[in-house]
């Protein structure tokens, strides 16, 4: 089956810096994303890995080992508004998204 | 670029209703298009997957005959909540796949449903 695991909470202070994990097993790979989803609201596109390696956006930046079925999501300078949860969803081999559950980030001052 | 709405953004009809809800993509046309529920703290569910002009492709569990979805043109997408009942309250949300970025899905910003 196809499966995508990231923690479910993490907690980091504001000014430090996070790593959100993601380790995926699907059928064939076109690419792995990370959104974020603040509560109530709908998910915001981050970043899009489909080369290993480090993409650097501004705080945030993402890694992806294909070979390891592995990436994460680098949040430095933690801000109060990053308290979200962050989404890994992986694209199959039939460009179908699937989702991880989600990683609850709370942020303290 | 890549933006993507939904409308009306909050509703509240009476049990037995239909209620529809629009995804627009405004900048960018959208050869694919979305269809997502989320219960509160839970993930987000697909629910239906429709490409343009043709009919769309439901996840298993899904009834297509309740939840109507019609792609009539690369920037709208519509979908019909028929005889809606309280436990099809929920957020619904759509997303649009197309444009430069053919693998990123852009979602708009959520219609939440409450049926009373």
């Known amino acids: 089956g196809q499966n995508i695991d990231q923690p479910t909470e993490m907690t980091a202070t504001e000014g430090a810096i996070v790593q959100i994990n993601c380790t995926y097993q699907t059928s064939g790979f076109n690419g792995l994303f990370w959104y974020q989803q603040h509560a109530g609201e709908a998910p915001t596109f981050l970043s899009y890995n489909v080369l290993d390696g480090l993409e650097e956006k501004g705080r945030f930046s993402s890694f992806l080992s294909r070979s390891k079925g592995y990436s994460y999501l680098l949040l430095k300078e933690l801000q109060m508004k990053d308290s979200a949860s962050y989404l890994c969803?992986?694209?199959?081999?039939?460009?179908?998204?699937?989702w991880g559950a989600g990683t609850k980030l709370i942020i303290k001052p | 670029g890549a933006v993507v709405s939904q409308h009306p953004s909050r509703v509240i009809c009476k049990s037995g209703t239909s209620v529809k809800i629009e995804c627009r993509s405004l900048?960018?046309?959208?050869?694919?298009m979305f269809w997502y529920r989320q219960f509160p703290k839970q993930s987000l569910m697909l629910m239906a997957t429709?490409?343009?002009?043709?009919?769309?492709?439901?996840e298993q569990g899904v009834e297509k005959d309740k939840f109507l979805i019609n792609h009539a043109s690369l920037t709208l997408s519509t979908l019909t909540v028929t005889s809606a009942h309280p436990e099809d309250s929920s957020f619904y949300i759509c997303s649009a796949r197309g444009g430069t970025s053919q693998e990123t899905q852009y979602f708009g910003p959520g219609t939440r449903l409450l049926v009373l």
């Open positions: 429709s490409n343009e002009g043709s009919k769309a492709t439901y």
């Open positions: 969803a992986v694209m199959d081999s039939n460009y179908q998204l699937i």
């Open positions: 900048d960018f046309q959208a050869t694919t």
